[in-house]
T-cell receptor, first 116, second 112 residues
């Protein structure tokens, strides 16, 4: 998984509770991303980061916030979880693998979140 | 990439046969395209990529073909094996911005 870990791997929570998911990388890459994956929608970008304290919104950012206080950690927070946020969440990092100049994205193992 | 409906398109092939998985894209300004493989319960895994100024690129047992005229991308897997069973999806991106747009995916099932 390209040196990316996610925690927790599974979580069940109740509507209205705060939830924080953690993404950790060991390779000091600048770009990190949070996606959610749902049937019928593929991977959708929630937030991304291009450096410590530098973050921006993706296409489905409502209800989510992120923080990046260290290069290696990118946190995704659901301030007040809703059932519509039940999903599988993937973290990714980006760096050029070869000499083509393409910044491929490499994904973590995912976190399955269920909001009851 | 383009999103697809709730039910993933499925391709069923016999072990040992070649597989061809297709992807249509909409952004003619994309600089590159990437294919990913996702096994059940795992994160997407990078397979191969291709720049928009190329027509073909080969990897180990895989070949990606790009037809910019009809905005079509295909992934060919030679001598398909049971371990190739997964969902495959394409993504396209631009050099500026470090963002990818993902397609909905195709499920490949390999029959022994």
């Amino acid at each position: 998984d390209a040196g990316i870990t996610q925690s927790p791997r599974h979580k069940v929570t109740e509507t209205g509770t705060p939830v924080t998911l953690r993404c950790h990388q060991t390779e000091n890459h600048r770009y990190m991303y949070w996606y959610r994956q749902d049937p019928g929608h593929g991977l959708r970008l929630i937030h991304y980061s291009y450096g410590v304290k530098d973050t921006d919104k993706g296409e489905v950012s409502d209800g989510y916030s992120v923080s990046r206080s260290k290069t290696e950690d990118f946190l995704l927070t659901l301030e007040s979880a809703t059932s519509s946020q039940t999903s599988v969440y993937f973290c990714a990092i980006s760096y050029p693998l070869g000499t083509s100049g393409i910044n491929e994205q490499f994904f973590g193992p995912g976190t399955r979140l269920t909001v009851l | 990439g383009e999103s697809v409906g709730l039910h993933l398109p499925t391709l069923s092939v016999q072990e040992g046969d070649n597989s061809i998985i297709n992807c249509a894209y909409s952004n003619s300004a994309s600089d590159y395209f990437i294919w990913y493989k996702q096994e059940s319960g795992k994160g997407p895994q990078f397979i191969i990529d291709i720049r928009s100024n190329m027509d073909k690129r080969q990897g180990q047992r895989v070949t990606v073909l790009l037809n910019k005229t009809v905005k079509h991308l295909s992934l060919q897997i030679a001598a398909t094996q049971p371990g190739d069973s997964a969902v495959y999806f394409c993504a396209d991106g631009r050099d500026a911005g470090n963002m990818l747009t993902f397609g909905g995916g195709t499920r490949l099932m390999v029959k022994p």
